[in-house]
């Protein structure tokens, strides 16, 4: 079987492109999230989170979520992060989940408090907020007597 000059042609030009998506993907990826500290966070449920799912402090990304644990001790979610090394955290902030959209992914979002003490690689932020269930609300509103 003879192929033509334009075929192989042709199926050069498409290795090629594929191999420059590829490079310009690999290019893309967030090389900066193996810097930076681990904190965790403990929640009644991680609501759909996962891992490289994005943390947030007023909107802006300022980490990356790198696992998602089941404390055994009392059935709650541990959530382990990954902050910029030039962001501090007081240890009196507060974390919840948020919905980017009604279909979109979620996200972390912290809300720093004031204190003068900042929490350290490792610590714990216990001060948290499950995400709120569109379809628990539809329930309610749907199944209330009134």
Do not use: C, W
Not at 17 to 40: P, V
Not at 41 to 52: C, D, E, H, R, T
Not at 113 to 142: M, N, Q, R
Request: net charge negative; aromatic share 8%; proline share 2%.
């Amino acid at each position: 079987m003879r192929y033509s000059s334009i075929e192989i042609l042709m199926g050069a030009v498409v290795l090629v492109t594929a191999i420059f998506f590829l490079i310009l993907g690999m290019q893309s990826i967030d090389k900066n999230q193996t810097e930076g500290y681990s904190i965790s966070l403990i929640f009644g449920s991680s609501a759909g989170l996962k891992n490289g799912d994005d943390v947030k402090i007023s909107g802006i990304n300022v980490g990356k979520i790198t696992k998602l644990d089941l404390d055994l001790a009392d059935y709650n979610a541990k959530i382990h992060i990954k902050l910029n090394n030039e962001i501090k955290i007081p240890d009196d902030s507060q974390a919840r989940i948020i919905s980017s959209s009604l279909l979109g992914s979620n996200f972390l979002d912290i809300m720093p408090g004031s204190s003068e003490t900042y929490l350290k690689p490792g610590d714990i932020i216990y001060d948290t907020t499950d995400a709120v269930s569109f379809t628990d609300l539809l329930g309610k509103v749907i199944f209330s007597k009134e």
